[in-house]
């Protein structure tokens, strides 16, 4: 007994030592060194917001002067503009590293969270993440839309898949907002274009049962399918295409696949476009198919009309932004080829 009461003894102020020496020194370090990078970050974002105000009246004084500039002073107050601009990129690309206010959107999803991510491989790994679940999601709902076209004819089962169409374009959209907020360079409609599939499958969900939604049931099924399919072909051939990019040192880390064409797209992917195409034009023909079903004399539904006009702005947006982007690039090229 007199020899155990000697081990405890002992061993309490080892363990006491051990704690006090190593774990709680480790800790107080780590406050330590947390406290100097939450200044530092505070020193570096005060200095960027700074730099780039000056940057903006520069480039304002810029435009002013160019108007009464000669050819030389023009030269120069372009070759001026085009340092602001790198400038800016060099700001962009260090503000990704810097925590920044939400937006409006993720200040109401999520409130006032700092959304950031710290390290190259953190931010990486949750844009692959981001891919991988569009991907997994757009097999799911491939195989949502052949059941209840080809198998379950039940308005339960058809809500089930409206209601995981809002899931995955709400989740989409929240998941976006924070790639972008940790410098992901995705912007204009295809940013857009998810909310607005939003709002559509929110209208196609608490669209009622009746004579017109069975008249347009079966055509927003297999439009679902072809939808999928074309998005998994989309999201496949993007993944390699930009990770080879990637490896050539002409894209950023954090570029993401989209639901559309874009530029850096041209080499390898231009066999899409038919699809996308006949996705776009099957858009507008679901809008012609709604604008004729409010018409009709059964039709008391103002989900209808909604829906028209919500398919006609997917249908316009989705259109003329993969034109807009073919005519640039042709042009860039036909450009290309014009010089000796």
């Known amino acids: 007994m007199e020899k155990a009461a000697c081990l405890s003894t002992d061993y309490v102020p080892i363990t006491e030592s051990w704690s006090l020496c190593s774990g709680e020194e480790t800790h107080r370090i780590y406050r ?20 780039k105000t000056r940057l903006r009246d520069l480039k304002r004084a810029l435009q002013r002067y160019k108007r009464h500039a000669s050819r030389e002073e023009a030269e120069l107050v372009q070759q001026i503009d085009a340092n602001i601009k790198e400038r800016q990129n060099i700001f962009f690309d260090m503000m990704a590293y810097l925590p920044k206010k939400n937006g409006l959107y993720l200040n109401l999803v999520l409130g006032n969270v700092n959304v950031t991510l710290l390290s190259k491989q953190a931010k990486f790994a949750y844009k692959d993440e ?3 679940f569009k991907l997994y999601l757009t097999i799911i709902l491939l195989l949502g839309a052949v059941a209840c076209r080809f198998v379950l004819y039940y308005r339960v089962t058809d809500e089930l898949f409206n209601f995981l169409l809002v899931w995955y374009y709400c989740t989409l959209t929240i998941r976006e907002s924070i790639l972008i907020s940790n410098g992901s360079r995705i912007k204009g409609w295809w940013v857009s ?4 599939s939003t709002f559509l499958s929110g209208v196609m969900l608490t669209w009622p049962n009746g004579l017109i939604y069975q008249k347009f049931r079966n055509q927003f ?3 679902s399918i072809f939808q999928s399919c074309v998005q998994f ?12 990019l990637r490896a050539l040192g002409e894209r950023n880390h954090l570029d993401l696949t989209v639901e559309g064409f874009q530029s850096w797209m041209w080499r390898g992917l231009t066999f899409l476009l038919p699809f996308l195409f006949c996705g776009h034009f099957w858009q507008l023909y679901n809008a012609v198919t709604l604008f004729e079903l409010s018409t009709h004399e059964e039709c008391r539904e103002w989900q209808v009309f909604v829906l028209a006009l919500t398919f006609l702005v997917l249908f316009l947006g989705n259109f003329l932004t993969t034109l807009k ?3 640039t690039k042709l042009q860039k090229n036909r450009s290309k080829a014009k010089k000796p």
């Not at 274009?193 to 607005?196: L, N, Q, S």
Request: with cysteine.
């Open 32 to 51: 330590q060194k947390l406290e100097e990078l939450t200044a530092l970050q505070t020193s570096c974002s005060s200095s960027i917001s700074k730099q």
């Open 130 to 132: 981001y891919e991988k």
């Open 193 to 196: 274009h998810h909310y607005v």
């Open 221 to 223: 099924l297999a439009f």
């Open 233 to 244: 072909m989309q999201y496949y051939y993007q993944r390699g295409c930009l990770y080879r």
């Open 325 to 327: 982007v073919v005519h």
